[in-house]
């Protein structure tokens, strides 16, 4: 782990194992830090953040261009880090690390742009605003998208003078140790600290008195439990938080077919992450005079895809993150199948690729409805659930009706209809005739239970920053010209 600029172990030295997921072997060991190491990485943080205030916006700005600098020339060496412990296609992750330079050529451009305001609140003073780093982030992060998120996510508090305790997910946590490698020699130490571990260190993290900032990217129920614990701590905290989704896909009859289909198979992101992701159209919508068509296009479209091993240049589909997951996500497709929906094909183990690896065919069903789990439930994993409709209003109350609101789409050539379905979608961030891309300077973010806070934006750039106002009485302009003047 890197705490405070040297690479250490746990101070209690407890491991977890990680494995390929591609072959279900063990290929080595991460500490397991406890609230000890959380402790001297957060005092190493507090430590190093007076001076890395310091240095100013072009101060920092300068460690940024150096950073990127280090990652493009270890992309291949950190995307292949990606394949092997989080079974995402290696081609994938590496078209990830060439989406994260908007972010750390973005994040400068926003600080250099921030300003205070001069308020008119009263006659004879002057009143302004200004802003100070909260000190220091605790910054949890996902597992479907490792690298990226190790890379991107931490920007904003940094470039706005925090320093930061970042802990990856345990399921996927090398690419983000070898990445502290390039934070540490970007960054002076102990700006970034890198602590691996469970939910004990990531409570740790949440529930620390000198960490007052929180920013988490994962599932609803742990999201719930890091609001609640770090309201047990007895420290008022700020959080933001990126969850959850069951995101819908609302396709009219008058659409290309071919266009919308593909647009459903790039929104699940099955060629980057096998579906684990939190913005997948998995819920998809089609208006029953396209619809069996639509079905039909999409199953023959899917036939095309190659799972394989994530390391292998070919592979489309890797497997998922763990055996857990895996037994998780074939629990939905059997529970989907005796409900009554109508699984078109996959949703089983491919037998040609290695015996222990966590594969699973991306699988379609048909004939969903809200009422089955497949179609309410996040499942994070390659299943798509088609939905049949008619009725607009209908159409609109079923794609509201769930406690998540991350994304949505709508696919048709009527702009009118396009930009009334937007308005009517209870989701934080909408495409139409697009899906799943980000758009650095877009607030991304959800609403309900997917979502508390925006990010990838200015938005987010002024949740790592205290605000507060300077009030200065001037006198009388007049007293004070004739004792100048006197």
């Known amino acids: 782990m890197l705490i405070g600029g040297a690479f250490v172990e746990g101070v209690d030295g407890g491991v977890r194992e990680v494995f390929d997921p591609s072959t279900g072997r063990e290929i080595t060991q991460i500490p397991l830090a406890g609230p000890r190491d959380v402790e001297a990485a957060t005092v190493a943080a507090q430590e190093a953040q007076p ?55 973005g994040w400068p451009a926003f600080a250099r742009s921030l300003s205070g305001d001069v308020i008119p609140a009263s006659p004879g003073n002057l009143h302004y605003t200004a802003h100070r780093p909260y000190g220091v982030v605790g910054r949890i992060t996902a597992f479907n998208h490792p690298v990226m998120f190790a890379i991107t996510r931490p920007l904003p508090s940094l470039i706005t003078g925090n320093t930061l305790v970042m802990k990856p997910s345990d399921e996927t946590s090398l690419s983000t140790l070898a990445l502290a490698e390039l934070f540490n020699e970007a960054f002076p130490p102990g700006v970034v600290n890198v602590v691996t571990g469970d939910g004990a260190t990531g409570d740790a993290i949440v529930t620390h008195p000198s960490i007052k900032r929180l920013a988490f990217t994962g599932s ?44 459903a198979i790039f ?39 190659r799972v394989g091993v994530a390391y292998e240049e070919g592979t489309d589909v890797g497997p998922v993150v763990s055996k857990a997951h895996l037994k998780r996500v074939m629990g ?37 409805t809200l009422d089955m789990r497949i179609g309410r439930e996040e499942i994070f994993g390659p299943v798509m659930s088609v939905f049949r409709w008619d009725d607009y209003d ?72 205290e605000h507060k106002v300077v009030h200065t009485r001037l006198g009388d302009p007049k007293v004070s010209l004739s004792r100048l003047l006197s």
């Not at 047990?232 to 266009?259: C, H, Q, R, T, W």
């Not at 069996?292 to 479209?301: I, K, L």
């Not at 939905?332 to 089983?348: F, N, Q």
């Open 51 to 105: 001076g890395w205030e310091g240095l100013g916006v072009a101060g920092r700005a300068a460690c940024f261009e150096r950073f990127a600098e280090l990652i493009k020339e270890n992309r291949d060496r950190l995307a292949m880090l990606d394949a092997i412990d989080c079974g995402n296609p290696v081609k994938a992750m590496r078209i990830d690390i060439d989406l994260c330079d908007a972010y750390l050529q």
């Open 220 to 263: 609803v129920p742990t999201g719930l439990l890091i609001q609640r614990r770090a309201a047990e701590s007895g420290y008022v905290k700020s959080l933001s938080l990126e969850l959850g989704g069951k995101n819908a896909m609302v396709v009219f009859p008058d659409v290309d077919i071919d266009l919308a289909v593909e647009g």
């Open 267 to 305: 929104g699940m992101n099955l060629d980057v992450c096998q579906g684990q992701s939190c913005g997948s159209n998995s819920r998809i919508m089609v208006h029953s005079k396209i619809y069996d068509e639509f079905v039909g296009r999409m199953a023959a479209r899917l036939d095309e895809f």
């Open 332 to 368: 939905y497709i059997e529970s989907g199948v005796a409900e009554g929906a109508c699984l078109v094909r996959g949703g089983s183990r491919p037998t040609d690729l290695p015996e222990h690896g966590n594969f699973i065919e991306p699988a379609l069903f048909a004939d969903v």
């Open 394 to 465: 209908t159409m609109i109350a079923e794609a509201n009706g769930l406690d998540l609101g991350l994304t949505a789409s709508v696919w048709t050539n009527d702009l009118a209809i396009a930009h009334k379905t937007a308005d009517a979608l209870d989701a934080g961030y909408v495409w139409i005739n697009d899906s799943t891309r980000h758009y650095f300077g877009t607030p991304f973010g959800g609403s309900k239970n997917s979502a508390l806070g925006r990010e990838e934006s200015k938005d987010e750039l002024l949740t790592y920053l």
